[in-house]
Each structure stands twice: as C-alpha cells, then as structure tokens.
C-alpha cells in the first residue's frame, strides 16, 4: 500500500525510487560475482560434474527442461512491462525498443554469471541437497561459503531490494495496464480516472494493489509464480500471433516500429 501511494505521487518519483534500489543490487551483484569468481572454494570440476539424479530419456530430460524453465522463466518476467508506460516515453518509437532489447540483454548477462558463480562454488549434489530442504536459499548458502556470516547478510539484504524493487516496478507498469483497459471500455469505468495533481491513474493503482493483497492470501509463492508464468506466456504468444496476423490484414498501415527479422522473431 505503501509503494503504491508512492507510485500516486508521480511516475518521475516511483522511477527515482526505482533507479536507487537497482544501482543498490547491481552493486552488491557485482560483489558477489567477483568474491565468487576469486573464491578458494570454487572449482571447474564443479561445472562439469553430472547431476545422479539426471534424466537419461529424451522426453524426461525435455520434461525435466521445461519444469526447471517456470523458475528460470519468473526471474525473466517483466521483460516487456516497459511497453505499459510508452505513452510516458520520450520518443518511444527509438527508446522504447532500445531500452528493451539493451535491458534485456543486460538483465541475460548478469543472471548466466550469478548461475556460473553458484555452480562454480557449489557441486551440483549441494544444490540438490538444498532444494529438498526446502528452507534454504541457493544464493544464501553460495554467499556462505564465499564470505561467511557477512556474505549471508549481505545477500539476504539484497534479496530483500530486489523484491522491494520488483514490487515498486510492478506496481509502476503494471496499472497502467488497467488504467488502458478501463479507457478502452474493457475493465472498470473509474480505473481510467486521472489525478488531478499528479496526473497519475491513480484508481487503477489502488484497485491492483486490493487485488495483489487478496492474491498474497489466496496460496503460495510458488504456486502463484508458477500459474503467472503459464498464463503470461500464453498473452506474450497471443501478440506474437497477433504481430504477423496485422501484417497480413492491414499490409500498409503506418508503424512507428518494425519488427527486426520479420518473420522469424515472433515465430521463435
């Protein structure tokens, strides 16, 4: 409720909280990465070493893939929630696929070296051994072993800005979703109200935050991230079927951006 009467006061005021919590994690990431890359404890073997327990089918190993995919496939997600915004971007015709794309790319860079720094200090039996568990954190436990009791503050701090980053990210994006479907008669008249003073939709913040508690209620962490990822991914297919369909239909309609490689990006 808090980061959301934020997110009322004003886009530049959500985005400043915003942009102090990142440089907050990429700084304490790149620790991380660089404690681990120079950590006694680390081995290349480690990375080579086979799991005992890894699927020896074709089809396990596919179906193993896809299963590990949903947690990979979170840590990904809001990849495309820049878009909600486009009306608030200066010249989104040029910044909007350049902050997409360079984020996107940055955001692959840091997650493939946080995961080689864990398998790289940890042997993948330790992993499995913390997965079955349950009350353990992967990240946590690496950290342990790179710098001992500081190393599991530090990073369990940072756990604690990163979500309170996603969360204000989400809230920021996110409404503004709701505040376009209530102004094209799809959802709620109210949500397309405008504040007066911060010209933010305020409506439609509040009305997503009521909704985000009644979900925290309503299961598990995990179960709610697993049913996000599968119903979003079927929306994010949806516009990709959508792109070439509009090509075909409406062939000389003006585009503010082309879609490199067309058609082979929204097939993949």
Avoid: C
Avoid at 180 to 187: E, G, K, Q, V
Avoid at 199 to 214: D, E, F, M
């Amino acid at each position: 409720m808090l980061l959301t009467y934020l997110n009322v006061r004003g886009v530049a005021f959500a985005e400043q909280i915003s942009k102090l919590l990142s440089m907050v994690m990429l700084g304490v990431m790149g620790i991380f990465i660089v404690s681990g890359i120079f950590s006694s404890a680390g081995s290349l073997s480690h990375l080579t070493t086979v799991s005992p327990t890894m699927p020896h089918t074709f089809w396990t190993l596919l179906k193993s893939f896809f299963l590990a995919s949903l947690g990979a496939f979170w840590g990904y997600e809001g990849w495309n929630n820049l878009a909600y915004v486009g009306e608030e971007i200066h010249q989104p015709q040029k910044n909007l696929p350049r902050a997409l794309i360079r984020g996107t790319l940055f955001v692959i860079a840091i997650y493939v070296l946080l995961n080689i720094v864990y398998l790289y200090v940890l042997p993948i039996q330790q992993f499995i051994v913390i997965h079955e568990n349950r009350n353990q954190i992967a990240a946590v436990e690496v950290a342990r072993v790179i710098m001992g009791t500081p190393g599991l503050y530090l990073i369990a701090g940072l756990i604690l800005v990163t979500t309170l980053n996603a969360t204000n990210t989400s809230i920021l994006l996110s409404g503004r979703m709701l505040f376009a479907l209530s102004r094209d008669r799809l959802f709620i008249p109210a949500a397309s109200s405008v504040h007066q003073r911060f010209n933010t939709p305020h409506v439609a913040l509040y009305l997503q935050a009521v909704w985000a508690i009644a979900l925290v209620f309503s299961g598990t962490f995990d179960q709610l991230t697993d049913m996000l990822v599968f119903s979003a991914f079927i929306f994010y297919g949806s516009t990709a079927v959508s792109v070439i369909y509009l090509r075909i239909k409406e062939p000389n309609r003006d585009r503010g951006f082309r879609v490199p490689a067309y058609p082979f990006v929204p097939l993949i």
